[in-house]
């Protein structure tokens, strides 16, 4: 399988089958990851101006039909994953993937809340990157507990078989 991680999860990794539909991705299992929880990135609020975020989704999605409008009434998480990450959400009258949306904002991660406070709009992230495959902050407090890197990979990835590869009979080319 590939050695797919991110930095901290929301405190449950992803489940690759509900993120990556029709993708071979049974090996991305939703596992529990509390650790996470007390990490100095698991909570991080990004804020903007209603202008400044105006601006930048104007940038990214020009042609979402954005009006003068308030932007709380314009900017809504259509669908979350069983983890509370944004699968999609509308962009005025655009529907974009929650990752993307995450990367083109600078969001730590699609886990969020939209909060509209004191002239700003907030962003409440949980996590940091996408929450699919180990968790590095996971694994490294369970290797700080004394875990090895069998068990650590085993707890990130369940159904995967761990064995040795004898790369001695490779050419080199």
Known sequence: CQGVFHRVSAGTTRSGEEVLPGMSAEFLQSVESSQDMGAEEYLHGHY???EELRERLKKYYP???????????QLEPEQRDTQGYILTVRVGNQEVSGEEFRVNLGLSSSNFVI???DGEIRFLCKG???GLGLSQYGANEMAKKGKN???????????????SIDFSNLAIL
């Open 149 to 163: 890197y069998q068990q650590i990979l085993l707890t990130y990835f369940p159904d995967v078989t761990l064995r």
């Open 115 to 117: 909060q509209h406070m």
């Open 48 to 50: 903007f101006t209603e």
């Open 128 to 130: 940091l990157g996408h």
């Open 63 to 73: 042609s979402s039909g954005l009006s003068e409008e308030s932007l709380e009434f």
